[in-house]
């Protein structure tokens, strides 16, 4: 009976026919004539039958659930070794002195390697010699407690532009193989080929120093203004020495604190929807004085961030120049005019005087008359002269000479202009 016992407590396939041949055999016991004669044993055996079927039934559904848990157990494997090798980032299993023991397809296409180079190797030898050493050091630590970790290396190839990997991983029980039925506690890595994103964030990084150093060199004021807000966050040297202040000074005040005051919600980019201003406006320096300024403003992402970009050149000097220069056209306007006046009215003038001279000396009294006539001529000359001096409309000048030149009293009153040398065109009826 103990033999008996100890073959229904095995697990092995073949207790299902067994437990059923031995339900068979004590069937056979239960129903021999020889039990008739000791009614006790016969019972005892019986409550042990029963407690056998039992115990059977229970083995067998337990034996189903094991089958079916075994059937679980290697889908999940196979669809952990789909996963494993058709992952779309390179797939590692290490030990724990940093040996290869699985390599997915993937990363076999990353380090342009067959499995049978890989597996059993070193993964430090497949990096660069510069980050060989780098990966040693952090190997034991990233091994204990790689959660949270992710570290770039350069693979080691060919010279040339270089390729990059970024590690990541964590701990668990692996098989050293795929066969393996005993898992052990290895490292799982992910490597993921980060070339394109390390070349784009060093054109990144290539571009901002570009941009600083065009910031800081350039010829004119730059101011970088934050879009939201308003307020500045980088200015250059040459926007500092317009409004006569340091950088602290600038930094996180409002702009239209410093540049084109205005009434808040007037900003043309960012309150009007203008994709850039070109104009002429104010700055105010640190004493308060308004600096006429050329502003050039356009909207900008570095970072993510939005800002906005305002460069403007320092007006001053040509505004000027410009207010010199007209106030020289006006003093060579206003010399002009009066060497016209003196060239029109001396002539009268001297006449006048010629003949008032001769009728002080004359006594005949045809030649008083006539000399007076003269007199009275010139007058109406001069009258003539100060008509169209009023009726200026325009600016005209002519030759004069010693290479000057004076205003065209004539053609700038609009009046069609006299022969030259004849002083008695005017009638005396024009006065």
Same mark, same amino acid.
């Given at each position: 009976? &103990?033999?008996?016992?100890? %073959?229904?407590?095995?697990?092995?396939?073949?207790?299902?026919?067994?437990? !059923?041949?031995?339900?068979?055999?004590?069937?056979?016991?239960?129903?021999?004539?020889?039990?008739?004669?000791?009614?006790?044993?016969? *019972?005892?055996?019986?409550?042990?039958?029963?407690?056998?079927?039992?115990?059977?039934?229970?083995?067998?559904?337990?034996?189903?659930?094991?089958?079916?848990?075994?059937? +679980? $157990?290697?889908?999940?494997?196979?669809?952990?070794?789909?996963?494993?090798?058709?992952?779309?980032?390179?797939?590692?299993?290490?030990?724990?002195?940093?040996?290869?023991?699985?390599?997915?397809?993937?990363?076999?296409?990353?380090?342009?390697?067959?499995?049978?180079?890989?597996?059993?190797?070193?993964?430090?030898?497949?990096?660069? =010699?510069?980050?060989?050493?780098?990966?040693?050091?952090?190997?034991?630590?990233?091994?204990?407690?790689?959660?949270?970790?992710?570290?770039?290396? @350069?693979?080691?190839?060919?010279?040339?532009?270089?390729?990059?990997?970024?590690?990541?991983?964590?701990?668990?029980?692996?098989?050293?193989?795929?066969?393996?039925? /005993?898992? =052990?506690?290895?490292?799982? !890595?992910?490597?993921?080929?980060?070339?394109?994103?390390?070349?784009?964030?060093?054109?990144?990084?290539?571009?901002?120093? &570009?941009?600083?150093?065009?910031?800081?060199?350039?010829?004119?004021?730059?101011? +970088? /203004?934050?879009?939201?807000?308003?307020?500045?966050?980088?200015?250059?040297?040459?926007?500092?020495?317009?409004?006569?202040?340091?950088?602290?000074?600038?930094?996180?005040?409002?702009?239209?604190?410093?540049?084109?005051?205005? %009434?808040?919600?007037?900003?043309?980019?960012?309150?009007?929807?203008?994709?850039?201003?070109?104009?002429? @406006?104010?700055?105010?320096?640190?004493?308060?004085? @308004?600096?006429?300024?050329?502003?050039? %403003?356009?909207?900008?992402?570095?970072?993510?961030?939005? !800002?906005?970009? *305002?460069?403007?050149?320092?007006?001053?000097?040509?505004? *000027?120049?410009?207010?010199?220069?007209?106030?020289?056209?006006?003093?060579?306007?206003?010399?002009?005019?009066?060497?016209?006046?003196?060239?029109?009215?001396?002539?009268?003038?001297?006449?006048?005087?010629?003949?008032?001279?001769? %009728?002080?000396? =004359? &006594?005949?009294?045809?030649?008083?008359?006539?000399?007076?006539? #003269?007199?009275? *001529?010139?007058?109406?000359?001069?009258?003539?002269? $100060? #008509?169209?001096?009023?009726?200026?409309?325009?600016?005209?000048?002519?030759?004069?000479?010693?290479?000057?030149?004076?205003?065209?009293?004539?053609?700038?009153?609009?009046?069609?202009? @006299? =022969?030259?040398?004849?002083?008695?065109?005017?009638?005396?009826?024009?006065?």
């Amino acid at each position: 009976m &103990r033999k008996l016992m100890g %073959v229904l407590m095995t697990h092995d396939k073949t207790y299902h026919h067994l437990s !059923l041949q031995l339900i068979c055999d004590m069937d056979s016991v239960m129903n021999n004539d020889a039990l008739r004669v000791h009614p006790g044993l016969r *019972e005892q055996i019986g409550a042990v039958f029963q407690r056998i079927k039992k115990f059977n039934a229970e083995l067998i559904a337990r034996n189903e659930e094991l089958q079916r848990a075994n059937r +679980i $157990t290697e889908s999940e494997r196979d669809n952990y070794i789909q996963l494993f090798n058709n992952s779309p980032v390179g797939n590692l299993i290490l030990d724990r002195s940093g040996i290869i023991l699985q390599a997915n397809q993937t990363f076999q296409e990353i380090v342009r390697q067959r499995a049978t180079a890989l597996v059993g190797k070193p993964f430090h030898r497949f990096l660069n =010699e510069n980050d060989e050493a780098l990966f040693l050091y952090r190997f034991p630590e990233f091994f204990q407690n790689p959660r949270k970790k992710s570290e770039t290396y @350069r693979l080691n190839e060919d010279p040339g532009e270089p390729r990059f990997i970024q590690v990541s991983g964590y701990k668990g029980w692996f098989h050293s193989k795929p066969g393996s039925t /005993v898992p =052990e506690n290895n490292l799982f !890595l992910c490597i993921t080929d980060v070339t394109k994103r390390v070349q784009a964030e060093k054109d990144v990084r290539s571009l901002k120093d &570009r941009f600083q150093h065009l910031l800081e060199s350039a010829p004119v004021g730059m101011v +970088i /203004v934050d879009y939201e807000t308003l307020t500045i966050v980088d200015v250059n040297a040459q926007a500092m020495a317009i409004l006569g202040t340091c950088k602290e000074g600038l930094i996180n005040k409002r702009c239209n604190d410093h540049f084109c005051p205005a %009434v808040s919600g007037s900003c043309p980019i960012k309150d009007k929807g203008q994709t850039i201003d070109r104009s002429e @406006r104010e700055a105010v320096d640190r004493d308060g004085r @308004r600096i006429p300024i050329l502003k050039t %403003v356009i909207p900008i992402d570095i970072d993510e961030n939005k !800002l906005l970009l *305002e460069c403007f050149l320092d007006l001053s000097e040509q505004k *000027e120049a410009e207010k010199q220069k007209l106030k020289s056209e006006k003093l060579q306007a206003a010399v002009e005019m009066v060497g016209a006046v003196c060239h029109e009215m001396n002539q009268p003038l001297q006449a006048i005087l010629g003949y008032s001279q001769l %009728v002080a000396q =004359e &006594r005949e009294e045809n030649r008083l008359i006539r000399w007076s006539q #003269r007199i009275n *001529e010139n007058a109406i000359r001069l009258g003539k002269v $100060t #008509r169209r001096l009023m009726n200026i409309t325009q600016f005209e000048t002519k030759a004069y000479i010693g290479g000057k030149k004076i205003v065209d009293i004539d053609r700038s009153s609009g009046y069609p202009p @006299r =022969e030259q040398g004849n002083g008695e065109d005017i009638g005396s009826n024009a006065f």
